[in-house]
C-alpha cells in the first residue's frame, strides 16, 4: 500500500508539471530550482561519478560529473546528474577557410541509479542511419518480439540472452521509451544509467526523473516475480 501511494504521489507531480512548465529557455540554476520545488532531491556534496566507462557518453577531452543530487524519492540509490563535456567537432571555416576544428563545450544531465538487483548488461541507443546501416553488415542490433515500435526507434545491444532481456526490458517500459528522442540508457556493473544526448534543459531533466522511477517499478515487479 505504502508503494503505491509513493508511486501515486510521483504521478501527480509529474501531472502538475506538465501545466506549470512553460516551454522556454531556462539558466541550469532556474531549472534546478525547478526540480527542487516539484521533486524530492538534496545536494549530494562529495558525491561524484566516473562516467567515462559508460558507452553511451561521447569521450570528451572534458568529461565530468560535476553537481550530484540525491533523489530521496527512490528506493534505488538514485541521483540526478550535472555532467560536463568537450570535445573537437569539424566547423566551416570562415572568410573562405576550409573545414576546421573546434573545441565544442556542452553540459549535460542524466540520471543513474544502483541496486541489488541482478541486472544484464546492456545498451539503448537512438537508431540514427549509421547505426542501422553498420547493423546490416555486424548484425549487433538485438530485436525484441513484439516491439516494432521499439525496435524501429532504438538499437539494443547486450552479451545477454534474448529471453532475459524480454523479461527485464517490460512493455510498460519500451512503451514509455518511444515517446522520446535522443534517448540514450546503459545498465553496466548493476548500475543504471540514463540520459538525453542534449543540452541540459528543463524538459529532459523531467524527463529522466520519470523515466527512472519507471525502471525502478518495472525492475522491482520483476523480481517479485521471480520469487
Not at 507531480?13 to 506549470?20: D, E, P, S
Not at 573537437?88 to 544531465?109: L, P, Q, Y
Request: with cysteine; hydrophobic share 35%.
Amino acid at each position: 500500500m505504502a508503494t503505491l501511494v509513493h508511486n501515486r504521489s510521483i504521478a501527480l507531480t509529474l501531472c502538475n508539471i506538465k501545466k506549470m512548465t512553460p516551454e522556454q529557455n531556462k539558466s541550469k540554476k532556474q531549472i534546478i530550482y525547478f526540480l527542487k520545488k516539484n521533486f524530492p532531491m538534496e545536494a549530494a556534496k562529495g558525491v561524484r561519478f566516473d562516467l567515462k566507462e559508460y558507452s553511451i557518453i561521447e569521450k570528451g577531452k572534458f568529461l565530468k560529473n560535476i553537481y550530484t543530487w540525491k533523489l530521496t524519492e527512490f528506493d534505488f540509490h538514485s541521483y540526478f546528474l550535472s555532467i560536463r563535456n568537450s570535445y573537437k567537432e569539424e566547423v566551416s571555416g570562415t572568410g573562405g577557410e576550409s573545414m576546421i576544428m573546434a573545441d565544442v563545450e556542452i553540459k549535460h544531465n542524466a540520471v543513474i541509479m544502483t541496486t541489488d538487483f541482478s541486472l544484464p548488461e546492456l545498451t539503448i541507443r537512438p537508431a540514427y542511419f549509421r547505426e542501422k546501416f553498420a547493423n546490416l553488415f555486424l548484425s549487433f542490433d538485438i530485436k525484441l518480439n513484439d516491439r516494432k515500435s521499439f525496435n524501429k526507434k532504438y538499437i539494443l545491444e547486450s552479451s545477454s540472452n534474448e529471453s532475459k532481456l524480454e523479461k527485464t526490458l517490460t512493455h510498460n517500459l519500451t512503451n514509455e521509451l518511444i515517446k522520446y528522442d535522443e534517448f540514450s540508457l546503459e545498465f553496466k556493473n548493476n548500475t543504471i544509467l540514463l540520459l538525453f544526448n542534449k543540452e541540459f534543459n528543463e524538459k529532459d531533466s523531467v524527463n529522466l526523473i520519470k523515466i527512472g522511477k519507471i525502471i525502478e517499478t518495472e525492475i522491482k515487479n520483476v523480481a517479485q516475480h521471480r520469487l
